[in-house]
């Protein structure tokens, strides 16, 4: 396989920016991947509908109230909300442009020359999809817990929900979709996935 090709050392900025003031942006796929894989940690409670059931009679006590996990769950989905919004907002770095937008799922394809404003847009997603992706699991693992100890009953509808929202991160995954495509299926599927678990609160049992 040979090399990715490298962005011209002479590219030229834009938007007025000048020449000493601009550098090449890190590879915006390295933000976009981690936030795709905090969806992927909430939509992984799809699995619970068919291996929950095995799981062995003793419970996992000790955690948080059921009420404040899928609270903070709930407050995940915004925050990816947030994120791929964000994204979307500044598509010049993280959507591609020209030859790039259309590229395929490739590290290394994207390199425009950036202000440092839009390099420190880059640093704090980066920074917020971290904390995401820590939090989106670690509150998923919690509800996951939850449902197996009888303190979710929901029916197998809601699974199936978070389901199709894995079988699409899937296919992103297998089809090598470009930038632009991942960062707007990951707003839909992140608007999905809190509709799924604003639901999910609904079949807490009482006093769980």
């Given amino acids: 396989m040979g090399r990715p090709p490298r962005p011209s050392p002479t590219a030229k900025p834009r938007d007025g920016d000048s020449e000493a003031d601009t550098r090449i942006a ?95 847009i880059y640093h704090q997603l980066m920074n917020d999809v971290a904390s995401m992706l820590v939090l989106a699991s670690q509150n998923a693992f919690d509800v996951m817990c939850a449902v197996e100890d009888g303190e979710i009953v929901a029916p197998e509808p809601v699974y199936f929900g978070f389901g199709e929202q894995q079988d699409r991160l899937n296919k992103l995954v297998q089809e090598r979709a470009s930038l632009k495509t991942l960062v707007e299926t990951g707003l839909d599927i992140a608007n999905a996935l809190q509709a799924l678990v604003a639901e999910f609160k609904k079949y807490k049992v009482d006093g769980a």
């Fill in 26 to 120: 890190p590879d915006p796929l390295a933000v976009v991947l981690p936030a795709l894989s905090a969806l992927a940690a909430i939509a992984s409670i799809a699995a619970v509908n068919w291996v929950g059931q095995e799981r062995a009679p003793e419970s996992t006590r000790g955690r948080r109230k059921v009420g404040f996990v899928l609270r903070d769950l709930e407050s995940c989905c915004l925050g990816l909300q947030e994120v791929f919004k964000r994204l979307n907002r500044n598509p010049r770095l993280f959507a591609g442009e020209g030859a790039a937008a259309a590229s395929p799922l490739k590290f290394g394809v994207h390199g425009p020359r950036i202000a440092p404003d839009l390099a420190r």
